[in-house]
C-alpha cells in the first residue's frame, strides 16, 4: 500500500539512529532529516552508509558496529559536539543467526546479544550524561514480538529483544528524574529479515497479522517520531505494538 508521510517538527533537534543505513532505520533518519533534525546514522556496512546518505549535510555517518562500546562512545561524543547536544537516541542495529539452540554456536549466541542489548546498553549509556546536561532527552529501542513470546531457532533473538524490554523499563525509572523518558516499539515490518523468510513460511506468518500484511518500514517512523516528541513527555517504560495487530 502507498504511505502518506506526515512529518512532525524537529527542527533544532539532535537525533541517532543505530542501524540506520536500510530497512527501518533508513526510514527513521529519513523522517527525522525531513522534519528538520540533525542527524547521526551508525551503521556496520560502510558501503551501505555511503549509498544510503552521501551528501546529505544534516547527517553525519559513522561506520562502526554497535557493540564496540567505545567506538559508540567517540561517535556520540563526536556528534554531541557538532550538533550541540542530543535530544534523540534510537536503539534500531540488529541482525539474526537463527538455528535451533542445541546447534547454536558460542558465536552466533554472543554476536546476537552483543549487537541487539550490548548496542542498546553502551549507545544509551553513552547518550545519557548529554541527555542529562539538558535535563531531556527520549531515548526509543526496537524491540521484536518474539522477546516477548520467543520463536523456533531464535534464542538468542528472542533473549536479546526481551533483555531489551526489560532494560527499557529499568532505565526509564532511572533516568526520569532528568527529564529523560525511555520507551520502546514493538515493530511488523518487510525488511531484509523478513525478506530472507522462505516463502511458505512467510505466508504463514502474514495470514496470523490481523490487518493482512507486514507493514513498509516507513510506518513505523509516525510512532517512533511520537515517542521522541514533546508531546510524549509523559510516556515513559512503554513497548508500543506497532504489528498490525499480531501481538492482540
Do not use: C
Request: hydrophobic share 50%; glycine share 10%.
Amino acid at each position: 500500500m502507498a504511505v502518506g508521510r506526515i512529518v512532525a517538527d524537529f527542527s533544532g533537534s539532535a537525533v541517532l539512529i543505530t542501524g540506520g543505513a536500510q530497512g527501518i532505520g533508513f526510514e527513521l533518519a529519513r523522517y527525522f532529516v525531513d522534519a528538520g533534525a540533525k542527524v547521526a546514522v551508525l551503521d556496520r556496512d560502510p558501503d551501505a552508509l555511503k549509498t544510503a546518505w552521501d551528501g546529505h549535510g544534516a547527517v553525519r555517518t559513522f561506520a562502526l558496529d554497535v557493540s564496540d562500546a567505545a567506538a559508540v562512545t567517540a561517535a556520540v561524543d563526536e556528534f554531541a559536539a557538532w550538533a550541540g547536544g542530543i535530544d534523540v537516541a534510537v536503539n534500531n542495529a540488529g541482525i539474526t543467526r537463527d538455528t535451533v539452540v542445541w546447534k547454536m554456536t558460542d558465536e552466533q549466541w554472543r554476536s546476537v546479544l552483543d549487537v541487539h542489548l550490548g548496542g542498546t546498553f553502551a549507545v544509551t549509556r553513552a547518550v545519557v550524561p548529554h541527555m542529562r546536561r539538558a535535563g531531556s532527552g527520549r531515548i526509543v529501542n526496537v524491540t521484536s514480538y518474539t522477546g516477548m513470546h520467543g520463536n523456533v531457532g531464535q534464542a538468542n533473538y528472542a533473549a536479546a529483544k526481551g533483555g531489551i524490554i526489560a532494560f527499557t523499563k529499568s532505565v526509564a525509572k532511572e533516568v526520569a528524574r532528568f527529564g529523560i523518558t525511555v520507551n520502546a516499539i514493538s515493530p511488523n515490518a518487510s525488511t531484509a529479515m523478513v525478506a530472507a523468510i522462505p516463502a511458505d513460511r512467510l505466508a504463514e506468518m502474514t495470514a496470523t497479522v490481523p490487518l493482512g500484511r507486514f507493514a513498509e518500514p516507513v510506518e513505523m517512523a509516525p510512532a517512533v517520531a511520537f515517542l521522541a516528541s514533546e508531546q510524549a513527555a509523559y510516556v515513559t517504560g512503554v513497548v508500543l505494538p506497532v504489528d498490525g495487530g499480531v501481538s492482540m
